[in-house]
């Protein structure tokens, strides 16, 4: 059972799987896509995510468009996919994401109490600009912070540094969420405080360290910081 974490100054976000839907996106161009708009979005998700990884590893990074539009061309190419317009229509939808539904009340409760909001990323700063603006959410949040300011995606420890560093707070006193386990447990390792949304009920990582509580969505935040 996931316990109060107490001392809490500020919650730090990711955004993609966590306040922002990925899904609806290709579900957003599923009258071209028919059923396969899941499976093209499941293999775009995981592409994008491998090559991050794989840039970050080889020392070859690109802003997150780039990285999200190669993955898109690779799961467009392996599923048999060729329609004109195609692609250009879903990176546009990529932009206007919508966020979970629990998002903009829980943020508001905790905005009111005072807490520092952040969004800690590997959108590039014009990809988080659009995606928070289309789902209202503009001047809600304290720092939106891209990992372009570091040259590195996550799971660097930079990335996480540069929340602490922008809102001058010491990492335990910031409770990171993410829905991507590897990012979960990797955020804990670095020293913040960590809730798992585990959204999709995925099994732990095995990799250390293990974040401080899991919840299935955002709603139950409040209550628990």
């Known amino acids: 059972m996931t316990g109060k974490l107490s001392g809490i100054e500020a919650c730090v976000f990711d955004a993609y799987g966590t306040l922002f839907d990925f899904n609806t996106a290709a579900a957003g161009a599923c009258d071209e896509l028919g059923p396969d708009w899941q499976k093209l979005s499941d293999l775009w998700r995981l592409k994008q995510l491998q090559y991050t990884w794989l840039r970050g590893l080889a020392g070859h990074h690109a802003e997150f ?3 999200t539009g190669d993955a898109l061309d690779f799961a467009l190419a392996q599923l048999g996919i060729v329609r004109p317009g195609l692609r250009e229509r879903l990176m546009q939808l990529y932009l206007r994401l919508g966020a979970f539904p629990e998002v903009p009340a829980m943020l508001q409760q905790l905005k009111l109490r005072g807490i520092k909001l952040a969004i800690l990323s590997n959108g590039s700063p014009a990809m988080l600009a659009a995606v928070v603006s289309n789902s209202g959410l503009d001047n809600v949040f304290d720092a ?3 990992v372009e300011e570091v040259g590195v ?9 540069l929340a602490a560093q922008r809102l001058a707070l010491a990492p335990e006193r910031i409770c990171f969420l993410s829905s991507n386990g590897w990012d979960a447990f990797s955020a804990k390792a670095f020293g913040f405080r960590v809730l798992w949304c585990n959204r999709f009920g995925q099994p732990a990582e095995r990799i250390p360290d293990m974040p401080d509580g899991e919840i299935t969505d955002l709603s139950a935040l409040p209550d628990l910081v």
């Open 65 to 67: 468009w780039q990285v």
């Open 153 to 161: 995606f996550k799971p660097h420890p930079s990335v996480y540094a």
């Open 144 to 146: 939106v912070l891209s």
